[in-house]
């Protein structure tokens, strides 16, 4: 059944290729919802649309199409350069949905290139335009990716905002769709929650995208196993945020609940509670939930990110039970994989230049199919354009390198005053009280006795371990802590391992970022880039490059 099909779809999409060559007209609906099936064969009808004086697709439209097409492929230096054709055109204007679906391509496009002031600013047009339309739906779609947007730059507290600003406005409704959108908030928000370590505001948020999901339910009209998939994802999130905040009982009351779920039954569903189980030390589950994902991700390319927390997942669980050979040979090949990432990535963005580069110059035969006559003239003032835009493009990419340049020093060079003044022993000033002074000399003599066991180096690493190595009461902890650095105990771990992290890159130039990050105790490199972003205002690449240089 299932080649019979594939053989209708090719005949049919060969068709519409035979009729396009002949200049017939086509639908832009129709084309609309081919592109994702196969986006090439609608790439090669809108070449032959546009060779073609008798198409009635519009010029906006066949650019929105190639944009989509080329989306689905990921070649994102097209998807910004269809994207721009397409908003150039006046006649969008009074088009809302395409020229909405136009910027948020562009802005996905954007996001993609690290272009994070323009993404937002894309994406507030589109905000606009949503607005005025009355497309509620949409405007809940659009604060979602302003709000992961702005996570992305670092900006947290905007994503926290955009994402209230989402939950109020599509709260109250009674559209599923509006729904669907609000429970989408809350889990960007439990994980973001979840990312910087509150784990207690995390939890409550899950419960509410809970009650959100029993609304969707009781309205109706949501696509067949929709509400199971999001309550096994949002149990799985509160029972790892339960476990991290040392609420076990609800952690298994979570886990417990998600189990009764369809979805938990799947390889995928239960993928989605490895973390939780991991944090639990359930190592035996652990590899029982990750095992029927083998199959699966072996049919297909390993070199992805899936595969990669696969692995990484399984050497901890071995890792947990004593098997120490075999987690060892699994973090190899974790890395190996990450490795091959990097060069995927790269080997992409050279073949989207050639896209380009192809594109424009198929861009220029078309001119000359047109208009031979004026060729040369046209050809002349291109280039002299093409010629005054890159020179523009060069120096301001170099200011722009300048500018990034002294920043990152500027960082790097407060990240090592900041290292070396905590290196120097802190001096009891002259006048000061006996108490204060006691109670300075027991905090260096604690702080002292943490660095030399370098127990904060272990992922499960609290104030309790403080407590133990130091011998001191809790409540002592905590108040030196609190006097003396002006941090809760969860902030004060953090800089310690942030600030052992300097050390190791100085130390060891050769070993990973992700090394560097499981060496000082992080699970995630995404927390360790927040951390150390938050202390020292640089990630930590960026660091380790300005001491390099």
Not at 22 to 50: A, C, R, T, Y
Not at 101 to 121: D, P, V, W
Not at 313 to 340: F, H, V
Not at 386 to 404: A, D, G, H, P, W
Request: aromatic share 8%.
């Amino acid at each position: 059944m299932k080649t019979l099909f594939t053989y209708i779809l090719i005949v049919v999409l060969l068709t519409i290729n035979a009729y396009s060559a002949h200049g017939e007209n086509f639908s832009f609906k129709d084309l609309k919802q081919k592109v994702v099936e196969n986006p090439d064969s609608v790439l090669n009808v809108l070449s032959n649309l546009e060779k073609s004086a008798k198409s009635r697709i519009p010029a906006y439209q066949i650019a929105l199409l190639k944009g989509i097409a080329y989306n689905e492929k990921r070649n994102f230096l097209l998807v910004e350069k269809a994207a721009k054709e397409a908003l150039a055109s006046d006649s969008i204007d009074n088009k809302e949905k395409e020229k909405l679906n136009a910027l948020t391509l562009l802005s996905t496009a954007q996001t993609y290139f690290g272009k994070y002031t323009e993404s937002i600013a894309t994406l507030s047009e589109a905000m606009k335009l949503a607005r005025s339309s009355g497309n509620l739906a949409g405007e809940l779609n659009i604060l979602l990716t302003m709000a992961k947007t702005s996570f992305e730059m670092g900006n947290r507290d905007k994503g926290y905002e955009y994402l209230d600003q989402m939950i109020s406005r599509g709260g109250a409704s009674r559209d599923v769709k509006v729904l669907a959108n609000v429970s989408s908030g809350y889990g960007v928000k439990v994980v973001e929650l979840f990312t910087d370590d509150k784990f207690e505001e995390a939890l409550e948020e899950g419960k509410k995208r809970l009650e959100v999901i029993d609304r969707i339910d009781k309205l109706g009209g949501a696509p067949d196993g929709y509400t199971d998939q999001q309550r096994a994802y949002t149990y799985a999130r509160i029972a790892s945020c339960a476990q991290y905040a040392g609420k076990n009982d609800e952690a298994r009351s979570a886990y417990e609940a998600f189990n009764k779920t369809v979805y938990a039954s799947t390889p995928a569903g239960r993928a989605c509670i490895v973390d939780y189980l991991l944090k639990a030390k359930d190592w035996e589950k652990v590899l029982a939930a990750t095992a029927p994902l083998y199959p699966i991700l072996l049919q297909g390319d390993t070199i992805n990110s899936d595969y990669c927390s696969l692995l990484s997942s399984e050497a901890l669980a071995m890792a947990g039970m004593g098997n120490y050979k075999e987690a060892y040979i699994l973090s190899m090949r974790t890395a190996a994989i990450k490795d091959s990432l990097i060069n995927r990535e790269n080997t992409m963005r050279a073949r989207e230049l050639a896209s380009i580069f192809a594109l424009n110059e198929a861009d220029i035969n078309l001119l000359q199919t047109k208009a031979e006559l004026q060729r040369k003239h046209i050809l002349l003032i291109v280039a002299i354009v093409f010629l005054i835009l890159v020179i523009i493009i060069l120096v301001m990419l170099y200011k722009s390198y300048k500018k990034s340049v002294r920043e990152q020093k500027i960082a790097a060079k407060r990240v090592d005053e900041i290292i070396e003044r905590n290196q120097i022993d802190e001096k009891i000033r002259g006048g000061m009280r006996e108490e204060e002074a006691n109670n300075q000399k027991l905090f260096i003599e604690m702080q002292a006795r943490v660095l030399n066991s370098d127990i904060f180096n272990n992922s499960n690493f609290n104030r309790e371990n403080i407590v133990a190595c130091t011998g001191l009461p809790r409540s002592k902890v905590i108040s030196l802590i609190e006097l003396f650095t002006s941090l809760t105990p969860n902030e004060y771990i953090n800089k310690l391992r942030v600030e052992h992290s300097v050390k190791l890159i100085h130390e060891h130039p050769d070993w990973t970022i992700d090394a560097i990050a499981e060496e000082c105790g992080y699970v995630r490199r995404a927390t360790f880039y927040s951390h150390f972003n938050k202390f020292f205002g640089i990630t930590p690449a960026q660091y380790r490059k300005q001491k390099k240089e």
